[in-house]
């Protein structure tokens, strides 16, 4: 026999909790308040009595603690335009980006997102899936709502539930997707709530099921309580429900998406819920805007076993390496302890796992946990099906991650059935991109493809041009290392002080490599200096010049298979100007911005000027070479827009040239040289 008495006191605490549009909801729907509910709801009146101090404690706090938020603010860490306005903002932003979304028109009381799409006839035989609760945990619930996902998510103030009327608004937004002629026929296919076990959401999800029942409405509930934090032995409220359920709402979303009937979709929901255990960490408590900042978790520690809500945690620990974090955290989900044993894992058993960012947890941190936690289920020969991360179950700001495991059933038929639900499609803006079948891929490492380095020699007999080629290395090598004082000392007035040791340790390299070097192949000898380059010099210079040579080696390739002559004025001009290009696309810098571009390109310019004016080949060189000098010196009136000469004062640059600019025009003075007296 139900103590009337007593669950009346529990409505008129449910009264007071949830304000006036509420109270009109729970007046109809106790006429039709089954037994079990009602013991439910006495027995959780205690809870709501707390939760409702809460919630006066955070109206108050929204108001007196006005000039802490405004510190914080100051501080420059949040970008919102008012704690009070911060759900609905929220929630506008994410409406106003999505096509696929819509709200309902019940600000501020009610904050229900829907799929814009779900009234039409072919949605008409479809159930509809609804979840939600407190803000602050998104993407969750307003990011699920989707094709494939959630039909609506109800949203209350952050941490706090929503009330009954905004639920059954939404039930009743979502129940006749056929529209009025359904609706008038009483043909809805049925609404489905997914909800976290707490209990300002169990009991308020429960009242608009009860009202949208004696509508006419079919409506069931699934709890889900996934965090294996606490025992059994705590109390009656059982565990919270934590980021698990967001498999709950993959699952369920997808077979109705699939046109499942009411009665299937709630049990393929409530084995979902039954199968899934989570457990989190962190290094942080949330912060809420518009109330004091906690200091609970002191630098160093963490707390294990934490709720979404900033809850403390069921143990304090020291700060961990993310490998052991997770062996604790597999170890309490996989706890055979009497008052525990949640989940029960043994070799060969199948598994989905969620890895969920709570909050501030950086991808790379996320990545990390997750490689660490598929490694260890793997050494414990639990077979992982499929992966799903990022942040899905956030708890604002928090530090700190959660594993959700979902054991997949040992039929086969079941397992593909439940897999298959996984992977179907869903346009919801919160779920993530990507995954799919783990054991699709042979191994999620492949080979690296083998460098394949060029192994170059000096020939036996040197002809001409090998000749030349062997003489012109000599005196770039010989110039660059007598200027290595005059280079150091402009560069240390404009730079870091190591351009001259930098080219001085170049043309060294160049000396003791040019043994092996092909001389007698122009654009074999140029490829094998960008490795001597590649060893020796490092720093910007090294890599354009790399750049430089092999776009000239390239070219010249071309040409020679084109049967054009590489040493002719045109393939000069052509061959040094695509490589002058390709050093200023890949650095972004170009004439003007005081770097070795500011010799290159005068250069190239004065050689294409040259091949069009049909200028012999030594007197281009020479007009190139001059180019390169003046262009040089020229920088000493340049304002520096690339390069560290960019953070040296404009009076300091305008007594001194570019160290980079004045070493090109030097090993092109010395090549030059070299050929006229040859």
Known sequence: MVDLRRASKAMLSLRSFLGSNARRAIRTSSRSIGASNLRTIASQAKQLARAKMAMRGAVAGGVVLGAAYAAHCAGGVEFINSADTIVLDAIEGLVRANPGLCRLDGYPGVKVILRSDWNSPENAHKVAIISGGGAGHEPAHAGFVGEGMLTAAVSGDIFASPSTYAVLAAIKAVAYPGGEAQKQAKGSPGVLLVVKNYTGDRVNFTIALEQARAEGIPVEMVVVGDDCALGRSKGVTGRRGIAGTCFVHKIAGAAAEAGLSLKEVTAEARNAASSVASVGVSASVCHIPGRKESTRIKKGHMEMGLGIHGEPGAAAITGKKVKHLVDDMLNIITDTDEDRSYMNLKYGDKVALLVNNLGSTIPMEISIATSDTIKKLESMGVIVERVVTGPLMTSMDMAGFSVSLLKLPSDS??????????????????????????????????????????????????????????????????????????????????????????????????????????????????????????????????????????????????????????????????????????????????????????????????????????????????????????????????????????????????????????????????????????
């Not at 040019?514 to 001389?519: A, K, T």
């Open 413 to 678: 038929f079941a397992c593909k059935k439940m897999l298959m639900r996984l992977d179907a499609g869903t346009n919801a803006p919160g779920w993530p991109r990507g995954g799919g079948d783990m054991r699709s891929r042979i191994s999620h490492i492949v080979e690296c493809p083998k460098e394949e380095k060029k192994e170059f020699h000096r020939p036996a007999q040197l002809t001409s041009t090998g000749k030349k080629a062997d003489a012109i290395i000599h005196a770039i090598s010989a110039a660059l290392t007598e200027a290595e004082d005059a280079l150091t000392a402009w560069d240390l007035k404009v730079g870091d002080g190591d351009c001259g040791v930098t080219f001085r340790r170049g043309a060294l390299s160049l000396l003791y490599d040019i043994s092996g070097y092909p001389l007698n192949n122009v654009p074999d000898t140029l490829e094998a200096i960008t490795q001597t380059i590649a060893k020796s010099t490092g720093g910007t210079s090294g890599v354009m010049y790399r750049i430089f040579l092999l776009s000239l080696c390239s070219t010249m390739r071309t040409q020679e298979q084109a049967n054009v002559p590489i040493d002719s004025t045109g393939a000069i001009a052509e061959s040094f100007s695509r490589a002058v290009n390709a050093v200023s696309t890949s650095g972004g810098a170009t004439a003007g911005d005081r770097t070795m571009l500011d010799a290159l390109i005068p250069a190239a310019m004065s050689l294409e000027k040259s091949a069009e004016a049909g200028v012999p080949l030594m007197q281009a060189l020479e007009a190139a070479v001059v180019a390169a000098e003046v262009g040089a010196e020229a920088t000493k009136d340049m304002d520096a827009r690339a390069g560290r000469s960019n953070y040296v004062p404009k009076e300091v640059l305008r007594s001194n040239p570019d160290p980079g600019a004045k070493a090109a025009a030097i090993w092109m003075r010395a090549a030059y040289d070299k050929i006229k007296d040859m």
